[in-house]
Protein backbone atom coordinates (compact mmCIF):
# COMPACT_ATOMS: atom_id res chain seq x y z
CA UNK A 1 0.00 0.00 0.00
CA UNK A 2 2.99 2.49 0.35
CA UNK A 3 3.65 2.24 -3.49
CA UNK A 4 -0.13 3.38 -3.69
CA UNK A 5 0.29 6.34 -0.83
CA UNK A 6 3.15 7.99 -2.27
CA UNK A 7 1.27 8.20 -5.87
CA UNK A 8 -1.91 9.57 -4.07
CA UNK A 9 0.18 11.86 -2.41
CA UNK A 10 2.24 13.12 -5.43
CA UNK A 11 -0.72 14.10 -7.47
CA UNK A 12 -3.44 14.62 -5.11
CA UNK A 13 -2.58 14.81 -1.31
CA UNK A 14 0.25 16.78 -1.12
CA UNK A 15 -1.01 20.15 -2.57
CA UNK A 16 -4.03 19.29 -0.42
CA UNK A 17 -2.31 19.18 2.77
CA UNK A 18 0.10 22.20 1.40
CA UNK A 19 -3.05 24.12 0.94
CA UNK A 20 -5.26 23.07 4.15
CA UNK A 21 -2.64 22.75 6.83
CA UNK A 22 0.77 24.64 5.32
CA UNK A 23 3.50 24.91 6.95
CA UNK A 24 5.38 28.57 8.55
CA UNK A 25 7.56 30.65 5.52
CA UNK A 26 10.51 29.28 7.94
CA UNK A 27 9.82 25.95 7.54
CA UNK A 28 8.58 25.42 4.61
CA UNK A 29 11.99 26.93 2.95
CA UNK A 30 14.12 24.60 4.96
CA UNK A 31 12.50 21.91 4.22
CA UNK A 32 12.59 22.82 0.30
CA UNK A 33 16.42 23.56 0.89
CA UNK A 34 16.70 20.28 2.65
CA UNK A 35 15.24 18.09 -0.50
CA UNK A 36 17.69 20.31 -2.72
CA UNK A 37 20.14 19.17 -0.80
CA UNK A 38 19.58 15.55 -0.37
CA UNK A 39 18.73 15.17 -3.69
CA UNK A 40 22.10 16.62 -4.76
CA UNK A 41 23.62 14.13 -2.95
CA UNK A 42 24.83 17.09 -0.77
CA UNK A 43 25.52 16.66 2.98
CA UNK A 44 22.82 18.26 4.98
CA UNK A 45 23.43 17.23 8.38
CA UNK A 46 21.40 19.03 10.26
CA UNK A 47 18.22 17.35 8.51
CA UNK A 48 18.60 13.84 10.49
CA UNK A 49 18.49 16.48 13.71
CA UNK A 50 15.13 17.97 12.61
CA UNK A 51 12.25 15.65 12.77
CA UNK A 52 10.05 18.19 11.16
CA UNK A 53 12.04 17.71 7.82
CA UNK A 54 10.81 15.16 5.39
CA UNK A 55 12.92 13.30 3.41
CA UNK A 56 11.27 11.52 0.38
CA UNK A 57 12.40 7.63 0.16
CA UNK A 58 10.59 5.56 -2.66
CA UNK A 59 8.37 2.72 -1.64
CA UNK A 60 9.63 0.88 -4.63
CA UNK A 61 12.67 0.90 -7.08
CA UNK A 62 11.26 -0.39 -9.64
CA UNK A 63 8.45 2.70 -9.55
CA UNK A 64 9.01 6.18 -7.98
CA UNK A 65 6.73 9.29 -7.68
CA UNK A 66 9.53 12.24 -7.68
CA UNK A 67 7.46 14.53 -5.22
CA UNK A 68 6.71 18.57 -6.51
CA UNK A 69 7.84 21.15 -3.47
CA UNK A 70 4.13 20.99 -2.27
CA UNK A 71 5.59 17.63 -0.74
CA UNK A 72 7.24 19.92 1.71
CA UNK A 73 4.95 22.77 2.49
CA UNK A 74 2.80 20.89 4.78
CA UNK A 75 3.05 21.05 8.89
CA UNK A 76 1.76 17.63 8.34
CA UNK A 77 4.78 16.14 6.05
CA UNK A 78 4.29 12.27 4.48
CA UNK A 79 5.33 10.23 6.91
CA UNK A 80 3.40 12.02 9.95
CA UNK A 81 1.03 9.24 11.68
CA UNK A 82 -1.88 11.21 11.36
CA UNK A 83 -1.52 12.12 7.58
CA UNK A 84 -0.95 8.69 6.77
CA UNK A 85 -3.83 7.51 8.54
CA UNK A 86 -6.46 10.16 7.07
CA UNK A 87 -5.04 9.73 3.23
CA UNK A 88 -5.49 5.49 3.66
CA UNK A 89 -9.27 6.43 4.70
CA UNK A 90 -10.04 8.63 1.70
CA UNK A 91 -8.21 6.27 -0.14
CA UNK A 92 -9.65 3.31 1.08
CA UNK A 93 -13.05 4.78 1.07
CA UNK A 94 -12.95 6.63 -2.22
CA UNK A 95 -10.80 4.98 -4.71
CA UNK A 96 -12.72 1.73 -3.53
CA UNK A 97 -16.05 3.43 -4.54
CA UNK A 98 -14.82 4.54 -7.80
CA UNK A 99 -13.33 0.70 -8.42
CA UNK A 100 -16.89 -0.24 -7.60
CA UNK A 101 -19.15 2.34 -9.38
CA UNK A 102 -16.71 2.10 -12.90
CA UNK A 103 -16.44 -2.55 -12.75
CA UNK A 104 -19.80 -3.22 -11.49
CA UNK A 105 -21.25 -0.98 -13.91
CA UNK A 106 -19.44 -2.23 -17.09
CA UNK A 107 -20.78 -5.47 -15.82
CA UNK A 108 -24.09 -4.55 -15.75
CA UNK A 109 -23.84 -2.76 -19.06
CA UNK A 110 -22.08 -5.04 -20.60
CA UNK A 111 -22.04 -8.31 -19.16
CA UNK A 112 -25.44 -8.82 -16.24
CA UNK A 113 -28.32 -9.98 -18.13
CA UNK A 114 -31.18 -8.10 -18.16
CA UNK A 115 -33.78 -10.54 -18.07
CA UNK A 116 -33.33 -11.39 -14.34
CA UNK A 117 -35.26 -7.79 -13.95
CA UNK A 118 -38.47 -10.16 -14.92
CA UNK A 119 -37.37 -13.20 -12.02
CA UNK A 120 -40.31 -13.11 -9.53
CA UNK A 121 -37.63 -12.82 -6.80
CA UNK A 122 -36.32 -9.83 -7.88
CA UNK A 123 -36.65 -6.80 -5.68
CA UNK A 124 -38.60 -3.49 -6.18
CA UNK A 125 -36.07 -0.43 -6.95
CA UNK A 126 -33.49 -3.55 -6.09
CA UNK A 127 -30.45 -1.77 -8.10
CA UNK A 128 -30.60 1.77 -6.18
CA UNK A 129 -31.16 -0.23 -2.71
CA UNK A 130 -28.03 -2.10 -3.50
CA UNK A 131 -25.99 1.13 -4.58
CA UNK A 132 -27.52 2.85 -1.62
CA UNK A 133 -26.09 0.19 0.80
CA UNK A 134 -23.04 -0.33 -0.73
CA UNK A 135 -22.37 3.74 -0.28
CA UNK A 136 -23.27 2.95 3.49
CA UNK A 137 -20.91 0.30 3.60
CA UNK A 138 -18.02 1.73 2.03
CA UNK A 139 -17.16 4.12 4.40
CA UNK A 140 -17.87 2.66 7.03
CA UNK A 141 -15.58 -0.65 6.88
CA UNK A 142 -13.47 1.96 5.93
CA UNK A 143 -12.42 3.04 9.10
CA UNK A 144 -11.53 -0.78 10.40
CA UNK A 145 -9.52 -1.62 7.30
CA UNK A 146 -7.23 1.93 7.89
CA UNK A 147 -5.41 0.36 10.53
CA UNK A 148 -4.19 -2.41 8.26
CA UNK A 149 -2.72 -0.73 5.75
CA UNK A 150 -1.56 1.91 8.26
CA UNK A 151 1.00 -0.74 9.74
CA UNK A 152 1.55 -1.90 6.35
CA UNK A 153 3.07 1.55 5.04
CA UNK A 154 4.93 2.06 8.49
CA UNK A 155 6.80 -1.30 8.13
CA UNK A 156 5.38 -3.94 9.96
CA UNK A 157 4.09 -6.38 7.34
CA UNK A 158 6.26 -8.66 5.35
CA UNK A 159 5.87 -6.97 2.46
CA UNK A 160 8.87 -7.06 0.03
CA UNK A 161 10.11 -5.41 -3.29
CA UNK A 162 12.84 -7.32 -5.07
CA UNK A 163 13.44 -10.88 -5.25
CA UNK A 164 16.30 -10.12 -3.57
CA UNK A 165 14.81 -9.63 -0.74
CA UNK A 166 11.77 -12.24 -0.96
CA UNK A 167 12.11 -15.90 -0.17
CA UNK A 168 13.40 -16.70 -3.55
CA UNK A 169 12.44 -16.17 -7.20
CA UNK A 170 10.19 -19.40 -7.11
CA UNK A 171 8.31 -17.26 -4.27
CA UNK A 172 7.38 -14.94 -7.00
CA UNK A 173 4.72 -17.49 -8.63
CA UNK A 174 3.66 -19.28 -5.61
CA UNK A 175 2.27 -16.50 -3.08
CA UNK A 176 -0.53 -16.08 -6.33
CA UNK A 177 -2.47 -19.46 -5.73
CA UNK A 178 -1.02 -19.55 -1.98
CA UNK A 179 -2.44 -16.34 -1.07
CA UNK A 180 -6.16 -17.79 -2.94
CA UNK A 181 -6.20 -20.82 -0.97
CA UNK A 182 -5.27 -19.66 2.46
CA UNK A 183 -7.54 -16.18 2.20
CA UNK A 184 -9.92 -18.66 0.28
CA UNK A 185 -10.09 -20.90 3.57
CA UNK A 186 -10.50 -18.50 6.01
CA UNK A 187 -13.79 -16.46 4.02
CA UNK A 188 -15.02 -20.13 3.85
CA UNK A 189 -15.38 -20.49 7.67
CA UNK A 190 -16.23 -16.61 8.07
CA UNK A 191 -18.26 -17.15 5.74
CA UNK A 192 -20.40 -20.11 7.14
CA UNK A 193 -20.15 -18.59 10.39
CA UNK A 194 -22.24 -15.18 9.20
CA UNK A 195 -24.48 -17.94 8.46
CA UNK A 196 -25.44 -18.62 12.56
CA UNK A 197 -28.59 -18.01 14.01
CA UNK A 198 -26.74 -15.60 16.02
CA UNK A 199 -25.32 -13.52 14.03
CA UNK A 200 -27.17 -14.03 10.39
CA UNK A 201 -30.01 -11.42 10.96
CA UNK A 202 -27.99 -8.67 12.50
CA UNK A 203 -24.94 -8.91 9.68
CA UNK A 204 -25.32 -11.20 7.12
CA UNK A 205 -28.99 -11.13 6.13
CA UNK A 206 -28.50 -7.04 4.69
CA UNK A 207 -26.53 -9.07 1.70
CA UNK A 208 -29.28 -11.87 1.49
CA UNK A 209 -31.68 -9.06 0.63
CA UNK A 210 -30.80 -9.64 -3.03
CA UNK A 211 -32.14 -13.17 -4.18
CA UNK A 212 -31.32 -12.85 -7.90
CA UNK A 213 -28.57 -10.37 -7.58
CA UNK A 214 -26.63 -7.38 -9.92
CA UNK A 215 -23.21 -6.75 -9.78
CA UNK A 216 -24.02 -3.80 -7.62
CA UNK A 217 -24.81 -6.53 -5.22
CA UNK A 218 -21.03 -7.18 -4.59
CA UNK A 219 -20.80 -4.53 -2.12
CA UNK A 220 -24.00 -3.97 -0.70
CA UNK A 221 -23.34 -5.40 2.93
CA UNK A 222 -23.52 -4.75 6.59
CA UNK A 223 -20.35 -2.81 6.92
CA UNK A 224 -19.21 -5.14 9.79
CA UNK A 225 -20.16 -8.57 7.21
CA UNK A 226 -18.09 -6.83 4.74
CA UNK A 227 -15.37 -6.20 6.67
CA UNK A 228 -14.94 -9.75 8.46
CA UNK A 229 -14.91 -11.28 5.32
CA UNK A 230 -11.86 -8.70 4.15
CA UNK A 231 -9.87 -9.51 6.98
CA UNK A 232 -7.93 -12.49 5.58
CA UNK A 233 -7.02 -10.71 2.83
CA UNK A 234 -5.12 -8.20 5.67
CA UNK A 235 -3.89 -10.72 7.49
CA UNK A 236 -2.05 -12.87 4.85
CA UNK A 237 1.23 -10.03 4.76
CA UNK A 238 1.63 -10.27 7.98
CA UNK A 239 1.88 -13.67 8.47
CA UNK A 240 3.59 -14.09 5.06
CA UNK A 241 6.18 -12.49 2.36
CA UNK A 242 4.07 -10.97 -0.44
CA UNK A 243 5.88 -8.57 -3.33
CA UNK A 244 4.27 -4.89 -3.23
CA UNK A 245 3.21 -4.59 -6.72
CA UNK A 246 1.85 -8.34 -6.70
CA UNK A 247 -0.01 -7.06 -2.96
CA UNK A 248 -1.65 -4.29 -5.08
CA UNK A 249 -2.69 -6.64 -8.30
CA UNK A 250 -4.29 -9.07 -5.96
CA UNK A 251 -6.31 -6.57 -4.08
CA UNK A 252 -7.62 -5.54 -7.11
CA UNK A 253 -8.62 -8.50 -8.40
CA UNK A 254 -10.47 -9.62 -5.34
CA UNK A 255 -12.73 -6.26 -5.89
CA UNK A 256 -13.09 -7.57 -9.71
CA UNK A 257 -13.74 -10.98 -8.79
CA UNK A 258 -16.36 -9.76 -5.76
CA UNK A 259 -18.45 -8.11 -8.82
CA UNK A 260 -18.21 -11.24 -11.13
CA UNK A 261 -19.49 -13.92 -8.93
CA UNK A 262 -22.21 -11.55 -8.66
CA UNK A 263 -22.92 -10.75 -12.29
CA UNK A 264 -25.18 -13.47 -13.07
CA UNK A 265 -23.71 -14.56 -16.08
CA UNK A 266 -22.79 -18.16 -15.66
CA UNK A 267 -19.60 -19.04 -17.64
CA UNK A 268 -17.41 -20.97 -15.26
CA UNK A 269 -19.19 -24.32 -14.87
CA UNK A 270 -16.45 -25.87 -13.44
CA UNK A 271 -15.91 -28.24 -10.34
CA UNK A 272 -13.09 -25.55 -9.03
CA UNK A 273 -13.86 -22.40 -9.71
CA UNK A 274 -16.73 -20.57 -7.55
CA UNK A 275 -18.28 -18.66 -10.07
CA UNK A 276 -20.94 -16.73 -10.38
CA UNK A 277 -23.32 -19.93 -10.78
CA UNK A 278 -21.89 -21.06 -7.74
CA UNK A 279 -22.27 -17.72 -5.84
CA UNK A 280 -25.97 -17.70 -7.48
CA UNK A 281 -26.64 -20.95 -5.66
CA UNK A 282 -25.51 -19.52 -2.34
CA UNK A 283 -28.27 -16.50 -2.85
CA UNK A 284 -30.79 -18.80 -3.66
CA UNK A 285 -30.39 -21.61 -1.10
CA UNK A 286 -28.80 -19.55 1.27
CA UNK A 287 -26.64 -22.58 2.88
CA UNK A 288 -24.15 -23.84 -0.11
CA UNK A 289 -20.97 -22.55 -1.94
CA UNK A 290 -19.48 -20.07 1.68
CA UNK A 291 -16.35 -19.99 -0.57
CA UNK A 292 -14.58 -17.09 -2.55
CA UNK A 293 -12.61 -18.64 -4.99
CA UNK A 294 -13.22 -22.14 -5.17
CA UNK A 295 -14.90 -25.28 -4.12
CA UNK A 296 -12.41 -27.01 -2.54
CA UNK A 297 -13.32 -25.92 1.30
CA UNK A 298 -17.59 -26.07 0.62
CA UNK A 299 -16.79 -29.82 -0.94
CA UNK A 300 -14.45 -30.33 2.18
CA UNK A 301 -17.22 -29.07 4.56
CA UNK A 302 -19.81 -30.93 2.86
CA UNK A 303 -21.69 -27.46 1.92
CA UNK A 304 -20.72 -27.67 -1.48
CA UNK A 305 -23.89 -27.64 -3.93
CA UNK A 306 -23.50 -28.13 -7.80
CA UNK A 307 -25.03 -25.39 -9.82
CA UNK A 308 -28.09 -26.45 -11.83
CA UNK A 309 -27.42 -27.50 -15.63
CA UNK A 310 -30.04 -25.44 -17.10
CA UNK A 311 -28.09 -22.24 -15.17
CA UNK A 312 -25.78 -23.20 -18.38
CA UNK A 313 -28.17 -22.99 -20.93
CA UNK A 314 -29.31 -19.57 -22.50
CA UNK A 315 -33.29 -21.01 -23.50
CA UNK A 316 -33.38 -22.54 -20.21
CA UNK A 317 -31.47 -20.71 -17.61
CA UNK A 318 -34.58 -17.76 -17.97
CA UNK A 319 -37.00 -20.34 -18.27
CA UNK A 320 -40.32 -19.63 -16.43
CA UNK A 321 -39.92 -23.98 -15.60
CA UNK A 322 -36.85 -23.23 -13.61
CA UNK A 323 -37.63 -19.64 -11.77
CA UNK A 324 -40.25 -21.95 -10.60
CA UNK A 325 -38.59 -24.57 -9.08
CA UNK A 326 -36.23 -21.73 -7.47
CA UNK A 327 -38.76 -20.03 -5.88
CA UNK A 328 -40.18 -23.00 -4.67
CA UNK A 329 -36.98 -24.37 -3.14
CA UNK A 330 -36.21 -20.32 -1.80
CA UNK A 331 -39.17 -19.60 -0.34
CA UNK A 332 -39.36 -23.07 2.11
CA UNK A 333 -35.54 -22.01 2.93
CA UNK A 334 -36.28 -18.42 3.81
CA UNK A 335 -39.13 -19.60 6.36
CA UNK A 336 -36.36 -22.01 7.84
CA UNK A 337 -33.69 -19.08 7.92
CA UNK A 338 -35.08 -16.02 8.42
CA UNK A 339 -38.68 -17.09 9.51
CA UNK A 340 -40.46 -14.95 6.91
CA UNK A 341 -39.51 -12.90 3.74
CA UNK A 342 -39.79 -9.55 4.74
CA UNK A 343 -38.49 -8.66 1.00
CA UNK A 344 -40.43 -6.49 -1.31
CA UNK A 345 -41.17 -7.82 -4.58
CA UNK A 346 -42.21 -5.68 -7.84
CA UNK A 347 -44.05 -7.87 -10.38
CA UNK A 348 -44.08 -5.48 -12.37
CA UNK A 349 -40.22 -4.59 -12.05
CA UNK A 350 -39.21 -6.29 -15.46
CA UNK A 351 -41.05 -4.40 -17.22
CA UNK A 352 -39.04 -0.88 -16.32
CA UNK A 353 -36.32 0.44 -17.22
CA UNK A 354 -33.61 -0.01 -14.39
Known sequence: MDIVLEAFDTFIFDRVYATLVPASPADAQLSLNASRNVAADATFSSVRELPTVYQ???????????????????????????????????????????????FSSLSYVFIFDKNTFKHPKFLKNQVRLEIAQAMEALPIMAIFTTPWFLAEVRGYAKLYDSTADGPGWWYNYVQFPFFILFTDFLIYWIH???????????LHKPHHKWIMPTPYASHAFHPLDGYAQSVPYHVFPFLFPLQKFAYVLLFFFINIWTIFIHDGEYVANSPIINGAACHTMHHLYFNYNYGQFTTLWDRLGGSYRKPNEELFRRETKMGKKEWERQVKEMEKVVKEVEGGDDRSYDPDEGKKTQ
Not at 79 to 94: M, S, V
Not at 192 to 202: A, E
Request: proline share 7%.
Open 192 to 202: RGLHHPMVYRR
Open 56 to 102: YHAASKYLQFQPSPYAYLSRLPRDNIYRQAITLYLITWLFGLVVYFI
